[in-house]
């Protein structure tokens, strides 16, 4: 269902400055990542995050324009200041939950500032920002639309948006209409919470809906806090995105009911596949280039330059489609780097701030529109060996010279020693009864030979001089066994130096025969489980575990095509014997009724 598929959509936005980027993993934490220096800034967990996880961030609008200190302050303007103010110091993120609750966190302050309850009985789905006048704007599958107060955290105004669930929203800079979408987007009139326009066209949910004023006539773009009782809607553009769907559409808005069902597309952005983020850069003057940037699904960047000015007939391409790899390795291998988000920075001079590889440590780059080409090489990030512009500071603690450090591995400690018995060691040698007794030959008896079962330590101790030796034989001997307890045991008893070693000699038995691959994966699995808080403390871990994700990322598509055949011949096999059954069942065996045979004309010559 197109619903199940938004619903795998990354929880992740860009702010406006291109300095921060806001992502809220599966679990309900959110991290904020600095794209400057690709550092990790801040992380929260909310108290319900298990209960009720993320399902869209929204930044608070940044101030690029400065207020207009000449226009007269009345009481309400000198209150919209200061909100206006309040938000800007905070630096606020909305934080849509599937309770239906709003969280709203303050980056300036690395803490919860405040959280909106009681509106939404389902899932929050979009989020937008009224900072000038006090409101925030939610909609969610609830059918609702809600208006909220920043100052009071408490619901304005609620009305039904219709049959529909309600999947993105988006306030007009006229700052006096909204428009919303599920599957059919809606022009509203937020004083009279009418429909003013109705757009039909896409088949599926709009997961992304934005508004570009109309740069000719009056329709300018407004100053923050300006007077927008001015201007209008009429000639505005709305650009588009669906679930599954690979065009972006463009509409054109109008106050005028009489065609409030009878509006075309204007033009359409045609991508290669469908888009799973899109950020637009709106011209701020007449004749000036309206840009587009989408991220698809398979981490392709694709960029639009176009003046949005009359009708096209035929779906726009893209100027720029830019695909990321890594530099070719001595064996001539490369790997695709996929784009995971990209926007523009409005504050750097319309700069592209981009992230690829993944979520769990993104790498930021910024480039200029006219830097784009088709294929750009970049370092594997898995083989980086630590991390660049990290800016952690540690302190190392003073050791003295004499002091020994216990590792993973060796700490335990043997029991306390008494007086007597240290000056007994240390004033007489052992006797020949007591190191026999030590090395267990005191009652040896060799008519009782009994072939015990090997004990983990002496696994333990084997396995890691066939590691240090490199001898196979021993590394056989060790890893060919089956038995869990043991495979268990022997991995808790092995030393932190072993780990590494023992990792790249499974990654290069599983790569081999299948039977011993079912093996060292139980290995590989009990490893990964008793020591992965060492693993995760290793910088350059990518290194090791990259190749063995890929040996079994390729295993898995093989099976999948194993199980596939084998499904295509079972059903050709069963269709077969079907249709010989049912041959067999049509042949008569009941004697007949009447025979005729007919005579030979030859037989009488």
């Known amino acids: 269902m197109a619903q199940n598929k938004l619903l795998l959509f990354p929880v992740v936005k860009l702010s406006d400055d ?25 992380e929260y967990a909310p108290t319900s995050h298990l209960s009720a996880a993320c399902t869209c961030v929204s930044w608070a609008p940044s101030l ?3 207020l207009h200190r000449d226009m007269p ?21 909305a934080l849509g939950t599937a309770a239906g609750s709003i969280l709203l966190y303050s980056l300036k ?18 989020i937008c920002w009224n900072v000038e006048d006090d409101s925030l704007f939610s909609c969610g599958g609830d059918h609702f639309i809600i208006h909220w107060s920043l100052t009071s955290s408490s619901v304005v105004q609620k009305w039904n948006s219709g049959k529909g669930e309600q999947f993105s929203i988006c306030l007009c800079h006229t700052r006096r209409h909204l428009l919303t979408a599920g599957r059919v987007i809606q022009l509203w009139d937020l004083k009279t919470k009418e429909v003013l326009q109705t757009f039909h066209g896409h088949s599926t949910e709009v997961f992304n809906l934005m508004q570009v004023p109309n740069t000719r006539g009056s329709n300018s773009l407004p100053s923050n806090n300006a007077d927008v009782g001015h201007l209008s809607v009429d000639g505005s553009y709305i650009i588009s995105s669906a679930v599954g769907d690979s065009k972006i559409s463009v509409r054109q808005l109008s ?8 509006r075309d597309l204007v033009c359409s952005f045609s991508l290669p596949e469908d888009p799973v983020y899109v950020d637009i850069c709106p011209p701020n003057e007449e004749n000036q280039l309206f840009q587009l940037i989408a991220v698809t699904r398979s981490g392709k960047l694709i960029y639009f330059e176009h003046i949005l000015n009359g009708c096209q007939k035929k779906p726009l391409k893209p100027k720029n489609v830019v695909h990321f790899t890594t530099r070719r390795t001595k064996d001539h291998s490369s790997r695709s780097l996929d784009v995971v988000v990209a926007g523009f920075a409005r504050g750097r001079q319309r700069s592209i701030v981009f992230a690829y590889e993944d979520f769990t440590r993104p790498i930021f780059e910024s480039l200029m529109p006219s830097e784009l080409q088709s294929s750009f090489e970049r370092e594997d990030p898995r083989r980086r060996v630590c991390l660049e512009g990290s800016n952690t500071q540690m302190r190392q603690p003073v050791v003295a010279k004499d002091a020994k450090i216990l590792g993973p591995g060796v700490l335990v400690t043997s029991a306390p020693v008494r007086n007597r018995e240290l000056k007994r060691r240390q004033s007489a040698e052992m006797s ?5 007794k030590a090395m267990g030959l005191a009652n040896f008896d060799p008519k009782n030979r009994t072939r015990n079962v090997p004990k983990a330590d002496n696994m333990a101790v084997l396995l890691e001089q066939g590691l240090t030796s490199e001898d196979k034989t021993i590394l056989n001997n060790v890893l060919q066994k089956t038995d869990t307890a043991i495979i268990r045991n022997t991995v808790v008893r092995l030393k932190i130096t072993a780990i590494l070693p023992l990792l790249k000699e499974l990654g290069k038995r599983i790569s081999g025969h299948a039977q011993s691959a079912i093996n060292d994966s139980v290995w590989l699995k009990h490893v990964i489980q008793t020591h992965h808080s060492y693993l995760i ?8 575990l990259g190749p063995l994700l890929n040996v079994l990322e390729v295993s898995n598509e093989k099976m999948q095509q194993s199980f596939l055949c084998k499904r295509k011949i079972d059903e050709t096999l069963a269709m077969a014997t079907a249709v010989r059954k049912f041959q067999d069942s049509n042949v008569t065996t009941e004697p007949a009724i009447c025979e005729y045979e007919q005579a030979n004309s030859y037989s009488e010559d």
């Open 537 to 544: 403390s290793l910088p350059h871990i990518e290194v090791i």
């Open 64 to 66: 690029l324009r400065p």
């Open 255 to 262: 106050e005028n009911v009489q065609e409030k069902n009878h």
């Open 18 to 42: 291109g300095d921060y980027l806001a992502y809220s993993d599966p679990g309900g934490c959110l991290k904020v990542w600095q794209t400057s220096n690709g550092t990790l800034a801040q």
């Open 73 to 93: 302050i009345t009481k309400k303007r000198k209150h919209s200041i200061d909100v206006i103010q309040s938000v800007e110091n905070l630096h606020l993120i």
């Open 109 to 126: 302050k690395a803490e919860l500032f405040t959280q909106m309850t009681n509106g939404h009985s389902d899932r929050v789905n979009a």
């Open 432 to 436: 020949i009864e007591e190191r026999l």
